[in-house]
T-cell receptor, first 112, second 113 residues
């Protein structure tokens, strides 16, 4: 089945630690996105990438980093600079210039 | 700033009734709108979308209405079922670059059997 796979489902971060969330897609989509979702709120864009080896900051990029070494993969690192990392993180992908996003099942990140 | 918002944070309906979820947007330049359904602990699923050159679009049991005069979007679900219980998000595309959607806060739909 084609789709977007996020792992792990649950992740715990210790203070001062960097953690990396995985996102893989086999839809042959060019564009990939990371959104953050806080309880009772909408989704906010962290980073997006429209082509391999290129990515742009979204609205809340501070404290996060990404890489796009392969078309299929767009990992997100939550750095120690992100002081409030507890949230539900969603990865999405789309065809280039297509507004419709396809989402993964999310990763819940919590702080120990 | 410009944003997409919802009139009601929660909506409770009886099974079999029709549901209407509303959404207001503020950017008159937005030309694409989309509705997603999100069940607890899962990622959003596409329901239906509409472009600004249309007023209405129908899917299976769902209809989206767009009123550009008052900048209002609504999602109608016919014969609501317990499986429709979820949070529903509207989103708009504002920069014509594809995929950079601006999401509203969401409405939680609860269906009573």
């Amino acid at each position: 089945d084609g789709g977007i796979t996020q792992s792990p489902k649950y992740l715990f971060r210790k203070e001062g630690q960097n953690v990396t969330l995985s996102c893989e897609q086999n839809l042959n989509h060019d564009a990939m996105y990371w959104y953050r979702q806080d309880p009772g709120q909408g989704l906010r864009l962290i980073y997006y990438s429209q082509i391999v080896n290129d990515f742009q900051k979204g609205d809340i990029a501070e404290g996060y980093s990404v890489s796009r070494e392969k078309k299929e993969s767009f990992p997100l690192t939550v750095t120690s600079a992100q002081k409030n990392p507890t949230a539900f993180y969603l990865c999405a992908s789309s065809l280039l210039q297509d507004e419709k996003l396809f989402f993964g099942s999310g990763t819940q990140l919590s702080v120990l | 700033g410009e944003s997409v918002g919802l009139h009601l944070p929660t909506l409770s309906v009886q099974e079999g009734d029709n549901s209407i979820i509303n959404c207001a947007y503020s950017n008159s330049a937005s030309d694409y709108f989309i509705w997603y359904k999100q069940e607890s602990g899962k990622g959003p699923q596409f329901i239906i979308d509409i472009r600004s050159n249309m007023d209405k679009r129908q899917g299976q049991r769902v209809t989206v209405l767009l009123n550009k005069t008052v900048k209002h979007l609504s999602l109608q679900i016919a014969a609501t079922q317990p499986g429709d219980s979820a949070v529903y998000f509207c989103a708009e595309n504002t920069d014509n670059q594809g995929g950079k959607l601006i999401f509203g806060q969401g409405t939680e739909l609860s269906v009573k059997p």
